[in-house]
């Protein structure tokens, strides 16, 4: 297995197996650099969104590497200021037109319940979807989602949606694994993918982490994408350090056992746990 392995998406699509993040990667040379190391590394997946604000150094990396389009997937994502279906279709072209691209492979509504819509937030994320369909007849997205979706938002976009939902994009690590949101999406055909997998670096200096990964030779994040794979999620690591960025990708020489996976699960609210879309806004 390697950075080009996919899952495959319920529509039919592959998606490889370990994004890269960008969320917090500073527009201009940061995030340029950081996507153009991390596509000559081997990432074949990179993961921005509108309001990163980075969009253009995303865009202008991946032109710049050179990479055949096919072979990459690119995912943004729409942010809560637009309501309409009229803001959603404009911000998807302003993505498109940041990223310098035709069409993009994922496209994700990135908060089910932003503060200015509520408690109407299924009507909102009805009117925002049509624009999402529209775009995926029109070529310019392949498949879309959303993002940090609980059943209670889910269920009503479901019922609503002529083209459904792939991908719902959610916080996953060892402290917070969102069982009830992942077997929500496992019934209903929809691909978990995991963000925040290093836990915004907070798992890192879990001592018992730490023990494990010197067991293995390995570094606590090479161990903590591990986990994530071996239980079928698809991390989404972030960094801008050339030297992390490789270190990140370097998961598939080492596989581990059963009881270190149990002890890993175990670490549940150590290092904090998802917040509550319907309480906490960005
Ligand atoms: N949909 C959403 O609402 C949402 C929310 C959060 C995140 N995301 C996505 O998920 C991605 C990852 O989540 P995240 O940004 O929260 O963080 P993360 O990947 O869990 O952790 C990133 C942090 O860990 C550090 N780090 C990375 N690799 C390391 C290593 N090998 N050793 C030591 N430190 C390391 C990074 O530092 P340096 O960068 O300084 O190297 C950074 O501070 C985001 O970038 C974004 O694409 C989505």
Same mark, same amino acid.
């Given at each position: ?29 940061? /995030?340029?650099?950081? @996507?153009? $190391?991390? !596509? ?8 921005? +969104? *509108?309001?990163?604000? #980075? ?14 389009? /096919?072979?990459?997937? @690119?995912? $943004?994502? !729409? ?8 803001? +959603? *279709?404009?911000?998807? #072209? ?189």
């Amino acid at each position: 297995m390697s950075l080009t392995a996919t899952y495959l998406l319920p529509n039919g699509m592959k998606i490889p197996k370990v994004g890269f993040g960008t969320w917090q990667s500073k527009d201009g040379e940061e /995030a340029y650099q950081a @996507v153009k $190391t991390a !596509l000559e590394t081997g990432y074949r997946h990179i993961d921005t +969104a *509108a309001i990163y604000g #980075n969009e253009e150094s995303v865009g202008r990396a991946i032109k710049d590497s050179g990479i055949d389009r /096919a072979d990459l997937f @690119v995912t $943004t994502k !729409l942010w809560d200021t637009a309501l309409t279906t009229e803001d +959603a *279709a404009v911000e998807i #072209n302003e993505s498109l037109n940041k990223l310098g691209l035709d069409y993009v492979d994922l496209y994700l509504i990135h908060w089910p319940n932003p503060i200015s819509s509520r408690p109407h937030f299924a009507q909102r994320n009805e009117r925002v979807w049509r624009a999402m369909e529209q775009a995926v007849r029109a070529g310019k997205i392949r498949a879309i989602g959303t993002s940090n979706f609980h059943a209670r938002h889910l269920e009503p976009l479901l019922e609503v949606a002529e083209i459904k939902p792939v991908v719902n994009q959610i916080m996953i690590n060892p402290t917070d694994q969102q069982e009830e949101i992942v077997a929500f999406n496992q019934a209903h055909n929809i691909f978990t993918e995991a963000y925040s997998p290093l836990g915004t670096g907070k798992i890192l200096s879990i001592p018992e982490l730490q023990d494990i990964a010197a067991s293995y030779k390995k570094s606590v994040a090479q161990v903590v994408l591990r986990w994530s794979l071996q239980k079928g999620y698809l991390p989404l690591p972030k960094s801008v350090t050339p030297a992390r960025i490789k270190e990140n990708a370097d998961l598939f020489d080492f596989e581990l056992d059963e009881n270190d996976i149990k002890t890993i699960d175990g670490f549940h609210g150590i290092a904090g746990l998802a917040r509550n879309p319907d309480e906490n806004s960005h």
